[in-house]
């Protein structure tokens, strides 16, 4: 069977002002030192699963060019362009639509485009595993991610009985307060929800007729249209008819034959700032220095510079990002609350910064 | 007698780096939320007193354009371009063979270009009472300043017998160190030399004569040029020639006659980037921000924006200053060591960013 990747792009994450702006989100940026993308770095660890020609990514038709030039290697039809954002499900139900018109029978894997991978031999060896228990029946497979630490950020797969390389899923929880954190830490019955997913198109199909079938119907007709004359108004007309769903509320958590692959591959999701010193080497000072830095006595700080010369004196546990027309300083206690710069910025109209 | 003023404005100070540099010190910079600079409210505050026509600005030959620009007022040939940096005394002496040469008796205000005042009209009284008592014999009279605290960074005068609204000073001595602050403030017989002095042109030219007849000798011979086509290549020859002597060490600490006069005027060097927020009005949090600044939960914290949005997001105790070429972020403990990104830069050979 065919194996097909769908890589989602659309997002227009905030975390990373002022680097990221709405014309180039998070997983357009390089935020490590070998100077890739994140949608690259998406991209190059999947050729041991999937062709380039087999690697869709879905993502907002202002991003198009984009993608073209970060990955000059994928099929332009292969760049699906949603008019509007409506979350992941319909992005998924659009991609598993175009993707079955082009296979009759075909592997799909669903990724983040803005995720880090430190151990990419396991992650694909994981993702292998993922395939083989997708191939029975109708299975819907997730890759959980084993928790290093109570984290309240993210959602939690709740896991029962083994079954193969898998683990059936009991549920789906949402983010949870610490306390709870730790409890599901402590039961080892927990993993975090990584938002990778990997079925059969007809798997998830056939799901999406069952459990969301007003999204389903209106993919089923984008599908039909693809590769003719009529497509762009088809998906115009269906894509922003389409409400907001997520795949996890739409689909996961009420969908039989759930299974989930505990992973262990150095994921990281790259959530605000503090990753960076995280997912790059630092000095012995624990600063990581991106750009023309000069450093006074400065420790555990991050520098992603500009042009111009940075000169840090004394200072400990900052974070400084320097670009053309805007420049952060900000506490690593306070890197949720750079998207209320951005706020103020939208409140008061200038939209060139946002 | 005539009024006259001495700027002292040929410093170099690096201690404002990046917002100073050598092609723009200290005291042509602007570091108040009014605009003016420096030197340009140094002279505005001593216009009840003095002339605009009787004031000299002692100052390097390569800030001579910077004097005329911001000083329009004060004739072409009273700026005395040093051909190199000699210190003060040096400094002194050209002024005061120069005044001598223009007035057969001047009273002589000598004032550094680079500190602030906060209380003016206490401040011109201040200089009144130095006049009168340097009118007598051939006093020099010195400003000292009421300590506020028991400051390791400046040099101190040590008081004596009370002399008519001065007082006798007994002798000069350097930079303490804390226990030693704090036993001259708890003496009550101790002031910060401010580095302010009054004399009639005679006493100085006199006390140089006898202090240190070699810098005497040549600013004679730089004064009987003065205004004639030799001009320049004597000044450059005699200047270039004099040994580098402070008029603390040369004269102060040797001479008879000196006296000081208290002063409580809110006098501020401005010695470093700290000097900012004390110098301005802060707001609720502690914060001065100057430019275009969004912060979100900062306190205590000093900016000096430049053509850019900057963003302080949770900093506390910080100091930033951005430029065009060069972006400074600073602890508030450790501003003296800006001075240290100065020397690296200057042995990376990177001097158009000093």
């Known amino acids: 069977m065919k194996t097909t990747a769908v890589i989602m792009a659309g997002g227009r994450g905030e975390r990373f002002w002022p680097k990221s702006r709405n014309s180039r989100p998070k997983q357009f940026l390089s935020l490590t030192a ?3 993308t994140m949608i690259q770095k998406t991209v190059k660890r999947l050729l041991p699963l999937v062709n380039m020609e087999d690697i869709f990514i879905v993502t907002n038709a202002a991003y198009t060019d984009l993608v073209l030039a970060q990955l000059p290697g994928i099929p332009k039809e292969n760049i699906l362009a949603e008019p509007c954002a409506r979350n992941t499900a319909p992005c998924i139900a659009f991609a598993a639509a175009v993707i079955g018109r082009k296979y009759d029978a075909a592997m799909m894997l669903v990724l983040p485009s803005d995720h880090l991978i430190g151990y990419e031999d396991i992650y694909v060896n994981t ?3 993922a395939i083989r228990a997708a191939e029975e029946g ?19 797969i709740n896991f029962g009985r083994e079954a193969g390389d898998t683990y059936e899923v009991e549920r789906f929880v949402e983010k949870p307060d610490l306390p709870t954190a730790k409890e599901y830490l402590a ?28 999204i389903y119907d209106g993919a089923v007709r984008i599908g039909e249209a693809y590769g003719k004359p009529e497509f762009n108004a088809v998906l115009v007309k269906e894509f922003t008819a389409f409400r907001s769903e997520s795949v996890d509320f739409g689909i996961m958590e009420h969908a039989d034959n759930i299974y989930t692959i505990p992973g262990s591959f150095g994921w990281d999701d790259v959530g605000s700032w503090l990753a960076v010193e995280r997912i790059n080497e630092t000095d012995d000072d624990r600063n ?15 520098i992603c510079g500009g042009k111009r010369l940075i000169a840090a004196v004394g200072v400990e546990d900052i974070i400084i990002v320097d670009t053309d027309d805007a420049l952060l300083v900000c506490s690593k206690n306070s890197t949720q609350d750079v998207k209320k710069v951005i706020a103020q910025l939208r409140e008061q109209g200038r939209n060139d910064l946002v």
Chains 1, 2 share one sequence.
Do not use: C, H
Not at 289 to 302: L, M, N, P, Y
């Open 34 to 36: 070998d100077g890739k």
């Open 127 to 129: 993702l292998r595993k």
């Open 138 to 156: 109708s299975n819907l497979v997730t890759i959980g991610i084993t928790p290093a630490y109570p984290e309240t950020g993210y959602g939690y």
């Open 187 to 214: 039961s080892g019955k927990y993993l975090w929800n990584s938002g990778m997913f990997v079925w059969k198109v007809s798997s998830i199909m056939s799901n999406m007729q069952k459990l969301m079938p007003d």
């Open 288 to 302: 990581y220095f991106e750009g023309d830095v000069i450093s006074v006595g400065s420790e555990r700080t991050t």
